[in-house]
């Protein structure tokens, strides 16, 4: 019994694991809906995992690696692999298949600069001990489930190759960007009025509230409030 107890976060990280492999399979298939739905279980199953480490009182150097390798495919190769797709359909009409030398392989192989930088950032947070209270750039989770909405949505807004193109810049550098941005853990001895508290309160009303009239739509709105609370939260420091 003891043996499966420790193993609990391990097992719930390899589920989000498996998520990430899904993810990438239907997003060669060209299924998306089902690659972005993949994502979002993933990023639930890596809620968990870090609570119920901090539940059980467990901690180690396995969990961390296989934490961090989870994480880099389905928050950062899947995702990129959404991107590539997106790029590719706004060329051609059709999803990439297997022709290497398709002529419209750029822009889409932008997408892929989401999980180069993600292999960064994630390396980057594995080795900083100071990311408790809040992150050092944009957590990869965030930056997948801003990808992942993007096949969800149904405006024509969200499709366009300029936005696509974009985001695949944007999102990496957002990535590693020296900029330290609010973590929703509260730290001991936190004062449940202090300022940054006030702004995750903030974040989560406002979080509920966009979801609730737009639904997925919300999703890249809710990654820009969280980037502007941030940078209000760095500005009155």
Not at 6 to 11: D, E, G, K, L
Not at 31 to 41: R, Y
Not at 69 to 94: H, S
Not at 128 to 151: E, R
């Amino acid at each position: 019994m003891n043996a499966i107890k420790r193993n609990i976060p391990n097992i719930i990280t390899l589920a989000n694991l498996f998520c990430g492999l899904c993810a990438i399979l239907f997003a060669f298939e060209g299924n998306l809906v089902f690659s972005a739905i993949f994502i979002f279980c993933g990023a639930f199953f890596d809620f968990f995992d870090g609570f119920f480490a901090r539940f059980l009182e467990l901690s180690g150097a396995l969990g961390k690696q296989l934490d961090s390798m989870a994480d880099m495919v389905t928050f950062g190769v899947a995702p990129g692999m959404i991107l590539f797709q997106l790029l590719y359909y706004t060329q051609t009409d059709e999803f990439f298949q297997s022709n290497v030398n398709d002529s419209n392989l750029f822009p889409a192989i932008l997408g892929l600069i989401l999980p180069v930088f993600s292999a960064i950032r994630l390396a980057k947070f594995n080795i900083d001990k100071y990311q408790t209270t809040s992150f050092i750039g944009l957590p990869t989770p965030v930056a997948a489930l801003f990808v992942a909405s993007l096949p969800l949505i149904t405006h024509p807004f969200f499709s366009t190759s300029q936005l696509l193109i974009a985001i695949s810049i944007i999102l990496p550098i957002l990535l590693i960007i020296k900029i330290p941005l609010i973590s929703l853990k509260l730290s001991n001895g936190e004062s449940l009025s202090s300022r940054l508290n006030l702004l995750r309160i903030t974040l989560i009303i406002g979080a509920a509230v966009l979801l609730f009239f737009f639904m997925f739509a919300a999703i890249p709105f809710i990654v820009i409030l969280y980037l502007f609370l941030s940078i209000l939260n760095n500005i009155l420091k």
